[in-house]
């Protein structure tokens, strides 16, 4: 099973940016799927969870601003970023949420004026 990230880039600050995952493999439907982030000098830490069930997990940090759903039939995984702040800049990852496996190369998040 592989995750791919996309759908980064810049944004000025109040702006919105929509991430994907897409899976490739036949373990997603079942699987909670995250997005984590990390930024210079940071641990990456986790930003939003979903699981098969449709069940959604949100740090503190993006409650409000942040929503995270799936298509299973998709194999996707997307995070609608809205009121992006500049703490947000950070690579984006895409991982299982429970049983990570190798992560990839993420997608780059930058939020500046």
């Known amino acids: 099973v592989q995750l791919m990230e996309s759908g980064g880039g810049l944004v000025r600050p109040g702006g919105s940016l929509r991430l994907s995952c897409v899976a490739s493999?036949?373990?997603?439907?079942?699987?909670?799927v995250a997005w984590f982030r990390q930024a210079p000098g940071k641990q990456r830490e986790l930003v939003a969870a979903i699981t098969g069930g449709m069940s959604a997990h949100y740090e503190d940090f993006v409650k409000g601003r942040f929503t995270i759903t799936r298509d299973n039939a998709k194999k996707t995984v997307w995070l609608q970023m809205n009121s992006l702040k500049p703490e947000d800049t950070a690579v984006y990852y895409c991982?299982?949420?429970?049983?990570?496996?190798?992560w990839g190369q993420g997608t780059q998040v930058t939020v500046s004026s």
């Open positions: 493999g036949s373990v997603f439907s079942s699987s909670a």
């Open positions: 991982n299982f949420w429970l049983t990570p496996i190798d």
